[in-house]
């Protein structure tokens, strides 16, 4: 697509539900990446996948989140058991492949704001 | 990790005036870019710039990478400028380490 497009826009789940949230990347981006913006706050790196390589999930808080990317473009972030501290909007990004020297620009879909209640 | 500093913490102009933010950052990084986002959250590209000098209209930005800052400059700010501006740098390859950004009111 022309951008990076998530889904839903927002969404209000009940603690202790489990959510999925969807990133549709810029087609032929082969990097993908998961961000988290809490309120007021910048941005926290939370997972990234490059083409086939195993995914960089450093940044996850918890064994409560987890993402896949299947078929190398879109890419579903989980959250388990949802409590009140992951209201927040998450951030998907996409750029091209990461290699020295290249244009790594990344671009962001508008995000989804996660509200736990 | 990088850390990533941005000054001024809170900016309020009036309508035309022009305006610097600064980004520092305490290590070598690979690439840097810079953000506005605006009132509904989306995050909007505004240089990708590891080095040297860009311009965009009445935004520019130059990035000194051996020093380590960044400076982007706002001329002529209109109401539309507000929002929060971020600068992300890219270290470990490819992760973006972000700033805390700087928020721009611009009144009429």
């Known amino acids: 697509g022309a951008g990076v497009s998530q889904s839903p826009s927002n969404k209000v789940t009940e603690k202790g539900k489990d959510v999925e949230l969807r990133c549709d990347p810029i087609?032929?981006?082969?990097?993908l990446y998961w961000y988290r913006q809490s309120l007021g706050q910048g941005l926290e790196f939370l997972i990234y996948?490059?083409?086939?390589?195993?995914?960089?999930k450093s940044g996850l808080p918890s064994d409560r989140f987890s993402a896949e990317r299947t078929g190398g473009s879109v890419s579903t972030l989980t959250i388990q058991r949802t409590q009140q501290e992951d209201s927040a909007v998450y951030l998907c990004?996409?750029?091209?492949?990461?290699?020295?020297?290249?244009?790594?620009?990344?671009?962001f879909g508008q995000g989804t704001r996660l509200t736990v209640v | 990790g990088i850390q990533v500093e941005q000054s001024p913490p809170d900016l309020i102009l009036q309508e035309g005036a022009n305006s610097t933010l600064r980004c520092n950052f305490s290590?070598?990084?690979?690439?840097l870019q810079w953000f506005h986002q605006n009132p509904w959250g989306q995050l909007i590209n505004l240089f990708y710039?590891?080095?040297g000098t860009k311009q965009n209209g009445r935004l520019s930005a130059t990035t000194v990478a051996t020093e380590r800052y960044s400076l982007l400059y706002i001329s002529s700010s209109q109401t539309t400028d507000s929002g929060v501006y971020f600068c992300?740098?890219?270290?470990?390859?490819?992760?973006?380490?972000f700033g805390a950004g700087t928020t721009v009111t611009v009144r009429a």
């Open positions: 990004a996409s750029s091209f492949e990461v290699v020295e020297d290249s244009n790594t620009e990344a671009f």
């Open positions: 087609s032929g981006h082969t990097a």
């Open positions: 996948f490059q083409g086939n390589s195993a995914p960089d």
């Open positions: 290590d070598s990084v690979n690439n």
């Open positions: 710039i590891p080095s």
């Open positions: 992300a740098v890219e270290w470990d390859d490819y992760k973006l380490s």
